[in-house]
C-alpha cells in the first residue's frame, strides 16, 4: 500500500506543486527510490552524485529521524507517514537568573497583563527586565521578533545588522516605514523599538558577523534569536552558542514554509545535529531569489520570540528537542523529534570543533561563488545595460533572462528568451552555440542569479557569455524608465 510522504515548499516544483504524494514502499529507501522514479528531478536534491541521501536532507517517519531508526532500512505502512526536511537557515528555565531589577509604576502599569499571569507575574516581568536578547539580523525575522520582545520588557536588546532599508523590504520587514527607505536598519530600528517601550535598552552592532567578532558580541547576551538569511552566519551562530552556552532560538523561511527550534542547550541537540553539513551553493534559492509571503517572517519570529521569552521566565515546554514546521498554504503546524547526535563535532560527547571556523570555507564559497552571490563576475565577463542596449539594437547578441515567470510577467526586456535558472541544465540545446552563433548576455533580477547562470554556463563549454550587471533594475533604471521595478 502506497505512503504518504509530505514534500516541503522549495521541492514542490519537482512534485507538480504537490503537498503530499502517494509512494509505495515496505522501507523509507524504497520509497524515496519510487519517488525519484515517479519525479525525476528531485533526485539531486535528495541523493549526492554517489546515490548516498545528502547530510542536509532529514527524513523522518511520522515525528522519528530515520537516522535514529533503522535509516533507509525504516520499514513503513499505509498509516506512516514520511517528511522530507531539507535545510532553509519544559518548565525549566535555560537562562540563569541574574540579579532581579525592581519594576516602576510605568512598568506595572505597562506590563500589567503580563503581572497578573501566574506563569510570569512580579517576578517573571523581573526576569525580563533583567535579561539580555540578541537578535542576529533584523530583517523579515528579527523584525517581529525585536518589537514583541520590546514590547515584553525584555531589559536589554540588542541587533546585528549592516544593511539599510530598501522599499522590497517593507513587504514583511515591519520595523520599518516608507520614510525609513534609505536610513540605516539599526538606526530606524532603535527609533521605532523606543518609541514602542523607551523603558528598555536597544544596543546595535552594525557590523557583518564574522568568527572574529562572534564570540565577542555574543558572551554579553543571555539568548540568541537567529534570523540569518545564510547558511555561514546558521553554522556560525550555531557554534558560537555552543561554545558559549548561549540557547539559539532558530527561525528559517522559505515561500510558505517556516521552522522554528531551540539549539545548543545543554541537553539539546544543535544546528549540526540536524543539519551536519551545508548543501551546495546555489542549490537552495535564498528568498531574494524564490520569493517569500510576507506575513510568514510574522508568524515564525513571533514564535521565535515566544521561545525566548519561555526560556527567560522558566514557563512552559520550550522547543529543545523539537523541530515545529509551518505550511502556510496549508495552515498546518507539525512538530518532529530532534535527538543530540552523541558524534556531533561541535556539540557532541567528544567535540573537535573547539574554535569558530571559517563558515564560508566551510559552505564552500569560493571567492568565485561568492562574487556570484553578489552578482559580480570578473570585468570581462560582465556587460553594462548601455552596452546591451547597443547590442539589441544591432541584433547581433542572445539575450538569456534566468528569472521565474512570475517575474517576466512584472516587466522583461523585449526580446529576451526566458529560462529560468532552476530549468537552464536540461535546456541548454536551446541556447546559440557553435560558429556564427551570437554571443549570450544573461540577466536577472539584479545580477546575482546571472552571475550563477552564467558560471554554469562556462561550465558548460559556452565561452562567449556574458552577465548583464545590475540585471532588469539597471535596465529599467538607466535605459526604460517605462518599466515597472520590484
Not at 551546495?280 to 517569500?292: D, F, I, Q, R
Amino acid at each position: 500500500m502506497p505512503t504518504t510522504v509530505f514534500i516541503p515548499t522549495p521541492l514542490r516544483p519537482f512534485t507538480d506543486q504537490q503537498a503530499s504524494v502517494q509512494v509505495a514502499g515496505a522501507t523509507v529507501g524504497e520509497v524515496l527510490q519510487n519517488l525519484v522514479k515517479a519525479h525525476a528531478e528531485l533526485r539531486n536534491h535528495l541523493y549526492n552524485a554517489d546515490g548516498k541521501l545528502r547530510s542536509f536532507v532529514n527524513i523522518y517517519v511520522n515525528d522519528e529521524d530515520i537516522r535514529y531508526l533503522s535509516k533507509e532500512q525504516t520499514t513503513v505502512g499505509e498509516k506512516d507517514t514520511v517528511s522530507i526536511v531539507p535545510s532553509v537557515a519544559g518548565g525549566t528555565s535555560a537562562v540563569d537568573a541574574p540579579a532581579m531589577p525592581d519594576l516602576t509604576g510605568d512598568e506595572v502599569r505597562r506590563y500589567s497583563r503580563h503581572l497578573i499571569m501566574p506563569e510570569v507575574g512580579v517576578d517573571g516581568q523581573k526576569k525580563l527586565k533583567a535579561a539580555k536578547v540578541l537578535c542576529v539580523g533584523a530583517g523579515g525575522l528579527g523584525s517581529p521578533a525585536a518589537l514583541y520582545l520590546a514590547a515584553a520588557g525584555v531589559g536589554t536588546l540588542g541587533l546585528i545588522d549592516f544593511d539599510t532599508v530598501d522599499f522590497s523590504n517593507l513587504q514583511r520587514q515591519i520595523l520599518y516605514s516608507s520614510d525609513d527607505v534609505g536610513r540605516p536598519k539599526l538606526k530606524a530600528a532603535y527609533d521605532r523599538l523606543h518609541g514602542l517601550n523607551p523603558n528598555i535598552r536597544v544596543i546595535g552592532h552594525e557590523v557583518a558577523l564574522n568568527s572574529s567578532n562572534a564570540l565577542e558580541i555574543f558572551r554579553n547576551y543571555d539568548v540568541i534569536v537567529d534570523g540569518a538569511d545564510n547558511f555561514p552566519t546558521r553554522y556560525l551562530v550555531n557554534d558560537a552558542c555552543v561554545l558559549l552556552g548561549k540557547p539559539n532560538v532558530y527561525g528559517s523561511i522559505f515561500r510558505f514554509d517556516g521552522q522554528v527550534s531551540i539549539f545548543a542547550t545543554k541537553a539539546g541537540p544543535c544546528y549540526r545535529c540536524l543539519y551536519p553539513e551545508p548543501p551546495p551553493p546555489g542549490l537552495v534559492p535564498s528568498c531574494a531569489e524564490g520569493g517569500v509571503l510576507g506575513v510568514l517572517p510574522g508568524v515564525v519570529g513571533t514564535i521565535q520570540a515566544t521561545e525566548a521569552l519561555k526560556l527567560i521566565i522558566g514557563a512552559g515546554d520550550p522547543l529543545i528537542g523539537r523541530l515545529l514546521l509551518f505550511d502556510a498554504l496549508q495552515m498546518k503546524f507539525r512538530t518532529l523529534k530532534l535527538q543530540k547526535d552523541r558524534e556531533c563535532p561541535v556539540c557532541g560527547d567528544h567535540p573537535t570543533v573547539k574554535t569558530l571556523i571559517d563558515y564560508e570555507q566551510f559552505c564552500g564559497i569560493t571567492p568565485q561563488v561568492k562574487a556570484a552571490d553578489k552578482g559580480t563576475l570578473p570585468a570581462e565577463l560582465e556587460t553594462s545595460v548601455e552596452e546591451l542596449k547597443a547590442r539589441l539594437d544591432r541584433g547581433d547578441v542572445f539575450l538569456l533572462d534566468v528569472r521565474e515567470p512570475r517575474e517576466w510577467d512584472i516587466a522583461h526586456i523585449e526580446g529576451a528568451t526566458l529560462i529560468p535558472l532552476g530549468e537552464l541544465p536540461k535546456r541548454l540545446d536551446e541556447l546559440p552555440q557553435g560558429p556564427g552563433a551570437p554571443d549570450i548576455i544573461v540577466q536577472c533580477k539584479s545580477g546575482v542569479r546571472s552571475a550563477k547562470a552564467v558560471n554554469l554556463l562556462r561550465d558548460e563549454g559556452f565561452d562567449r557569455v556574458k552577465n548583464l550587471k545590475g540585471g532588469i533594475l539597471a535596465w529599467i533604471s538607466r535605459i526604460d524608465p517605462t518599466l515597472h521595478g520590484y
